[in-house]
């Protein structure tokens, strides 16, 4: 088997598996609700919201107590009848727009936004001018040799016959 | 040309290790509240059993600068914080309120105050830590600074060491009373 091959069969094993694998959450039975419309409209927002004590999670992934305590907020707005956008609004207006997993699209936040695409750009600018400076350099080596390169290369050429015959 | 290519690297590193030079002190765990110079949320929190006043809004709107130590009996840190919450109480001439939060059971905090020693004007409880969410509490313990009207005007995330107090709380206090 071939190396791109093994390195394919690699990226499959890895990402397969992965993708087919549902992450683990840590919703405790007790809060789940009865009513499935909004349980599920529950666990929308809770895989939006980051838990704050461990930054990296969403509150409905996290095990801390604050997350836990959130999950059940969230919940019983719901239950309130509120609306999906006003509870992240009531969580955001106590935790700021950094419990947003997705942050919102703001002058604050422009480049954190655009610096992917700027970063593509200017990638994109560099590989085109690498590729033409190299075009560049071999179309300006001519295929055939000059004048002087012919000559010394034929000097050449004898004297190695005169040393061969020798 | 071939100049200006080699000094991208350079440019690139010296950028880099401003970046790394300015936030080399930042704690990224810290996360600015975002209720500073808004008013304090509205509260009522019954007092720990045997104390005959609790903690509410009002308490912070009376026209004196104020701090709000949140705290918990079960959380290291506050233990450790304690005795400068009890110097801040001597050495700034401002009313200090409790935040119990979030105790197992009503005794823990009682207990824990006794222990320690309370510097505390009234301490609310807050067994569910719903008043804590509305405050912002992510991490106990935290300290807030009230102006007279009820606005928080900053708070300080995790244990107050020494320096802190000294640095940063007193002369915030001392600022806002002007």
Not at chain 1, 88 to 116: C, F, Q
């Amino acid at each position: 088997m071939n190396r791109p091959f093994l390195i394919l069969l690699g990226v499959i094993g890895v990402t397969v598996p992965l993708l087919l694998s549902s992450p683990a959450h840590a919703v405790n039975p007790d809060e789940i609700l009865s009513n499935t419309v909004l349980e599920e409209r529950a666990r929308d927002i809770s895989q939006e919201l980051r838990c704050l004590v461990c930054q990296n999670q969403s509150i409905d992934d996290s095990d801390a107590d604050l997350a836990r305590d959130l999950r059940v907020l969230v919940r019983e707005r719901l239950v309130a009848g509120d609306t999906d956008q006003q509870v992240i609004d009531y969580i955001v207006a106590r935790y700021g727009d950094y419990v947003l997993l997705n942050p919102p699209l703001k002058p604050e936040t422009y480049v954190l936004w655009a610096s992917p695409i700027v970063l593509a750009i200017l990638a994109l600018i560099a590989v085109a001018a690498f590729y033409r400076r190299k075009q560049r350099e071999s179309g300006a080596k001519p295929d055939k040799l000059s004048k002087d390169e012919q000559t010394r290369l034929n000097e050449i050429l004898e004297t190695a016959q005169k040393d061969g015959s020798k | 040309m071939r100049f200006s290519l080699a000094v991208i690297p350079l440019v690139l590193f010296a950028a880099l290790a401003g970046i790394f030079l300015i936030n080399i002190d930042k704690d990224s765990s810290v996360v600015p509240s975002v209720l500073i110079d808004k008013p304090a949320p509205d509260f009522s929190l019954p007092p720990l059993p045997g104390a005959d006043k609790g903690l509410s809004r009002a308490d912070l709107t009376k026209g004196k600068v104020s701090v709000l130590n949140v705290f918990a009996s079960w959380c290291i840190p506050c233990r450790a914080e304690h005795p400068m919450i009890k110097r801040l109480s001597n050495e700034a001439d401002v009313p200090i309120f409790g935040l119990n939060y979030k105790e197992k059971d009503p005794q823990d905090g009682v207990k824990w105050l006794e222990e320690l020693g309370n510097p505390y004007q009234a301490v609310g409880m807050d067994l569910s830590g719903r008043t804590g969410i509305d405050f912002g509490v992510y991490g106990v313990p935290e300290t807030f600074i009230i102006d007279g009207q009820g606005q928080i005007k900053y708070k300080h995330i995790g244990p107050v060491t020494s320096e802190v107090l000294e640095k940063v709380l007193l002369p915030k206090i001392a600022e806002l009373k002007g």
